[in-house]
């Protein structure tokens, strides 16, 4: 496979499960993110990671917690969710945060999240 | 704080006429934009990014933006539209403090009608 994939495509969950969301880049990229994004309002970064050390913690609430083992994997683990946390979240990956203004990020094609 | 809008939620236009997808942005330094689509039920897609040089940037699929520093502005544009190029268009720019992460816009919805 190549680009940015994430599995599964899509999840149903109940507001006591514990569940995670898995990302993988083929790019041999050194930077991953993770993105929540909801209808009708901006994508909303998440979280950061360069090389296996997170960056970036948007104020997240800490039923989501993410985990990057390798630079080429990214997990989001999830439990005790709300109903508002469902949307469609998104991995990334960039070349290299050092790279600066130049960097690209890439996509994958997302997870549809669903808390009943 | 950098940021971008993107004033319409819907562009129609029809197949064959040329179309625009408009965004503004407010940076405090230079500005660092780039624009994505996404289709149904994907991610999104990098189409081009202005970083300097050339105010017309050429990207994927035949899209390319104006960048106007006087009227602060990143236009998307194609001079003629395919159904197929309809989706959810976002503009970005780079945040210029921490490690420049992107700000996105809301969004634009482009349809494409036969």
């Known amino acids: 496979e190549t680009g940015v994939t994430q599995t599964p495509r899509h999840l149903v969950m109940g507001m006591t499960n514990k569940k995670s969301l898995k990302c993988e880049q083929h790019?041999?990229?050194?930077?991953m993110y993770w993105y929540k994004q909801s209808a009708k309002k901006p994508l909303e970064l998440m979280f950061v990671y360069s090389l296996e050390e997170r960056v970036e913690n948007n104020s997240v609430p800490s039923r989501f917690s993410p985990e990057c083992p390798n630079s080429s994997h990214l997990f989001l683990h999830l439990h005790t969710l709300q109903p508002e946390d469902s949307a469609l979240y998104l991995c990334?990956?960039?070349?290299?945060?050092?790279?600066?203004?130049?960097?690209?990020?890439?996509f994958g094609p997302g997870t549809r999240l669903t808390v009943l | 704080a950098q940021s971008v809008a993107q004033p319409e939620d819907q562009v129609n236009v029809a197949e064959g006429n040329p179309l625009t997808v408009k965004c503004t942005y407010s940076v405090s330094g230079n500005p660092y934009l780039f624009w994505y689509v996404q289709y149904p039920n994907r991610g999104l897609q990098f189409l081009l990014k202005y970083i300097t040089g050339d105010n017309l940037v050429k990207g994927s699929y035949g899209f390319e933006a104006e960048f106007n520093k006087s009227q602060t502005s990143f236009h998307l544009k194609k001079p003629s539209a395919l159904v197929s190029d309809s989706a959810l268009y976002f503009c970005a720019v780079r945040d210029d403090t921490g490690f420049q992460k992107l700000v996105f816009g809301t969004g634009t919805r482009l349809l494409v009608s036969p």
């Open positions: 790019l041999g990229h050194n930077a």
């Open positions: 990334a990956s960039s070349q290299d945060l050092l790279a600066g203004f130049t960097d690209t990020q890439y």
